[in-house]
C-alpha cells in the first residue's frame, strides 16, 4: 500500500498563548476525529505534526491516522519557521518511502503550515533545504494580520490562504478544510492519482480568502 504522508506544521510560538493555541488543540483533535471516520484516510493517509517556537519539535513522527495522537504542548518563545522546515525536509527524508526500481515509494506529501507571526529565526536555510523535497502540495495559511504572506509565498508558492479573522471558527474551518483535503487526495491515491495543485482540493470555506499576488 502506497502511503499518503501529510505534514502538519503548526506555529506555537508566544503570540499563540491562551485562546489560539486552544483553538488550534481543537483544530487538531477535529482533524483527528474526521480522519478516523473516512476509509480512505484510515487506508491511506499517515500523519506528522511539527510545532515550532523558538525552535522546531516533531512532535509526532509519521503515523497512521487511526493512531495519531495530538500529544500536550504550550505556546511560548520565537517564531522558528526557518527551523520547522528545516526539519521538515529531514523528517521527510528519513520517513517518506521512495520509488525505486522494485516498488513504488509514497504518494508526495500534503504539507500545511499554519503561523500567526514573521520568522525570528533565519529563513533562508530551512528554505533550502525544504526546496529540495518532491512535495506534492504545499499549503501555507497566514493566521493572524503579523503574518507576512509575501514570506508564505516564497514557501507554498501561490498556494497561500489567510483567515478573515483569528477566531475560534476560522480556525476550526481551517483545520475541518485540512481533513477535507486530506480525505480528497487519500480518495485520489486510491484510484491511482495525486494532488498536484490547490485545485486537487476542495474548495477552502468562506471564512478563509486565497491571496492573491
Known amino acids: ?15 499563540m498563548t491562551g485562546e489560539p493555541i486552544e483553538m488550534a488543540r481543537n483544530g ?6 474526521a480522519l478516523r471516520k473516512d476509509p480512505h484516510a484510515l487506508e491511506q493517509a499517515y500523519v506528522s505534526l511539527i510545532t515550532f517556537e523558538s525552535v522546531a519539535r516533531q512532535a509526532v513522527p509519521l503515523t497512521e491516522a487511526p493512531k ?13 519557521l526557518g527551523a520547522a522546515l528545516a526539519l521538515a525536509a529531514k523528517c ?7 520509488n525505486t526500481l522494485e516498488q513504488k515509494g509514497d504518494w508526495k506529501p500534503l504539507v500545511f503550515i499554519m503561523t500567526d507571526g514573521e520568522p525570528t529565526d533565519q529563513l533562508e536555510p530551512g528554505l533550502s533545504a525544504f526546496k529540495t523535497v518532491p512535495w506534492g502540495v504545499v499549503v501555507a495559511c497566514a493566521a493572524g494580520a503579523q503574518a507576512n504572506t509575501e514570506t508564505l509565498r516564497r514557501i507554498a508558492g501561490d498556494n497561500v490562504v489567510s483567515l ?14 485540512v481533513s477535507a483535503s486530506i480525505v480528497a487526495t487519500s480518495k485520489k491515491a486510491d484510484s491511482g492519482a495525486e ?3 490547490l485545485d486537487d ?8 480568502t486565497l491571496v492573491k499576488f
Open 195 to 197: 494532488a498536484a495543485g
Open 1 to 15: 500500500m502506497r502511503r499518503l504522508p501529510v505534514y502538519l506544521l503548526i506555529d506555537v510560538s508566544g503570540s
Open 28 to 33: 487538531l483533535q477535529a482533524m483527528q476525529s
Open 201 to 208: 482540493l476542495p474548495p477552502p470555506p468562506p471564512v478563509i
Open 92 to 98: 521527510a527524508e528519513k520517513e517518506v518511502v521512495k
Open 68 to 80: 495519531f495522537q495530538i500529544p500536550p504542548f504550550e505556546a511560548g518563545g520565537g517564531t522558528a
Open 164 to 177: 478573515d479573522t483569528s477566531d475560534s471558527n476560522s480556525f476550526a474551518a481551517f483545520f475541518k478544510w
